[in-house]
């Protein structure tokens, strides 16, 4: 697979793994699709066969983790309801939030170069990192630090694998855009073996080729985008450079076209950034090319990644993977210079290009639609780039009700410049981090599921009237349920044995209820 910037600027031996797809469904069974050290693994849980297991509490224990995901997951979907009802109806209702059926338009340009949003793959024998401690077991929990522990939950027990298949300092592969897309991938599934989830590969099925085939991003253009004076490019011509893992799925990001055809199609050696469309949000990718077209016949004093081209599906012209950007050398994102240590003049510079750049959209009828810092970037010779035209807003940094409006990029903007003047004092409210502690609050940005249904009793969110159903209660459900009135085998309790698992549900629910 492809070689990251981090294999090339570091030495260490920390497992990172990147998610490109998780999921669940109705009956609590989930996927993980990782690509862990540029090795792609895909591992599905099943609650139906970790429960067949006389050894329980791993099972209990992934119950309670895909329990607090979805309940997480609902808590938010109410709060993003009540927010985009105060959107007015003639305006396109979409967030930025991560969710298994929704991605950010907006990508980051920069290479992992800290990785610093992957999840943690423990070396063979090392324990995984635990969640913050909670006060009470039913203290609410975001949903994308509930993902996170499910998912590195489940990475945990590959640790045994990983050390051997993908070890941290193993020799990278160059590959294509197309063989990083189409590598080979290892299927397992969880099993309880000996007290320990236990990872079981199976063999590789048209079924699951799909699953695998479906995470190609694709998307047909409008005619009119066909018929645009821009090279088609092969994604076996494509040389993957780098990789990006913000925001979520990881992706293919700095490419190198490496074809020896003609000029007319691209030239040769020359590297571009790869976004790659989301299928779910076609406006938004429409909104994108057609802002850079517009831009690139203004002459106006703004520095954007121009569309240099397009990565064909197959040998399609009507389907593509992707847009080909201008690379930007060496980028950072500008939020990682909010800070007091970062040369006052510089900062000074950055903020009055960010309001210049603006005003010269503005004056020109073009709303940027998603300001905030994430999407200026600074590359190596310090000049401030203006990023992401597919519209929508981020919490925080533009109110629902003004996005994608002037009112909302001048909100944007004001925040920016305030948090250049003066990052001490105005970060906080955006929820930016100190370096120290960007490794941990980072992951709240990692992709989790959309939320679903479920028919599991332990999960049941209806209440009746006057009762709240906290998780200890649903706890003891799942062991009546599973523990039922004959052994956990299915033969026929003794009394003695009755006595056992009663005394045990009681001093389980007793500990939860003290906890």
Known sequence: MAQTTTTTTTTTTTNKAHTLHFSYDNDDSCALTALINDVRFHITVDPKTLQKSSEKPLYYEYLDKISALREAEEREEELAEEREAKVPSNKTKKTDRQGSEGKDSGVDVSADNDEDDDEYVPDDGESIPSAPEEAGEDVDQDSASAGLELRNWILASLSPITATSAPPNREPEESTLYEWYHGPTYFYTLHITSGALSPTLVETTPELEAQIEALVPRMKVPKYMQDYKLPWLNANDLSVQ?????????????????????????????????????????????????????????????????????????KSKTEVMGLLLENIEAPTPLTKLLKASVDEEKRRVWSEKSAAYVKMLHDNDIIWGDAKADNFMVDAHDELWIIDFG?????????????????????????????????????????????????????????????????????????????????????????????????????????????????????????????
């Open 242 to 314: 780098s990789e990006v893992s913000m925001p979520p799925p990881a992706h293919p990001g700095q490419v190198l076209h490496t074809s020896s055809s003609s000029s007319s199609s691209g030239g040769s050696n020359e590297t571009y950034f790869f976004k790659p469309v989301v299928s779910e949000q076609p406006d938004s990718v429409k909104r994108e090319i057609n802002i850079l077209r517009k831009l690139d016949k203004l002459n106006v004093d703004i520095k954007f990644p121009r569309l240099r081209g397009f990565v064909a599906w197959a």
């Open 391 to 515: 519209g929508s807003y981020t919490e925080g940094w533009v109110d629902p009700e003004i996005s994608e409006t002037r009112e909302g990029d001048d909100m944007g903007l004001e925040k920016i410049q305030r948090a250049l003047e003066d990052p001490d004092r105005n970060t906080v409210d955006l929820g930016l981090v100190d370096d120290d502690e960007e490794e941990v609050e980072a992951q709240v940005s990692e992709q989790s599921s959309s939320v679903k249904e479920t028919a599991s009793t332990l999960f049941v969110t209806e209440k009746s009237a006057g009762e709240e159903v906290t998780r200890s209660e649903k706890r003891k459900r799942a062991i009546d349920e599973v523990e039922g009135e004959d052994g956990v085998d299915g033969t026929e309790s003794t009394g003695e044995e009755e006595d056992e698992r009663a005394e045990k549900k009681r001093k389980t629910v007793q500990e939860e209820d003290e906890e």
